[in-house]
Nanobody, 123 residues
Framework: QRYLAESGGGSVQTGGSLKLSCVSSGDIYTSYCVAWFRQVEGKEREWVGDIAPAGTVRTADSVKGRFTVSQDSALNTLYLQMDSLKPEDTGMYYC?????????????????WGQGTQVTVSS
């Protein structure tokens, strides 16, 4: 079982920034896809972005140009830098890991999850 723990959430105003971190229990970046998802109560979990084992980074169109996914493998940490935040970015943000060479987009494909960190953007 891979342990994942997110941190860095909080409340900001529109246009503000936050940086989320996700620490893993061990070195997963050489063989696991690691991803960020977000969820608003009553809605399905939405894919935000990911990093494949080969280092390929992807971000969703809804956050492209505003959010950046990165990692520090020496610290076993995945990051989500969020800039120009909007109220529609409000939600619980989760990191997830799956042993795939190519990252899937579906939350159901990820067996390992953190507990989530809340992001609230006010107008």
């Amino acid at each position: 079982q891979r342990y994942l723990a997110e941190s860095g959430g909080g409340s900001v105003q529109t246009g503000g920034s936050l940086k989320l971190s996700c620490v893993s229990s061990g070195d997963i970046y050489t063989s696991y896809c690691v991803a960020w998802f977000r969820q608003v109560e009553g809605k399905e979990r939405e894919w935000v972005g990911d990093i494949a084992p080969a280092g390929t980074v992807r971000t969703a169109d809804s956050v492209k140009g505003r959010f950046t996914v990165s990692q520090d493998s020496a610290l076993n940490t995945l990051y989500l830098q969020m800039d120009s935040l909007k109220p529609e970015d409000t939600g619980m943000y989760y990191c997830a890991a799956a042993r795939f060479w190519h990252c899937p987009d579906s939350a159901s494909s990820f067996p390992h999850w953190g507990q989530g960190t809340q992001v609230t953007v006010s107008s």
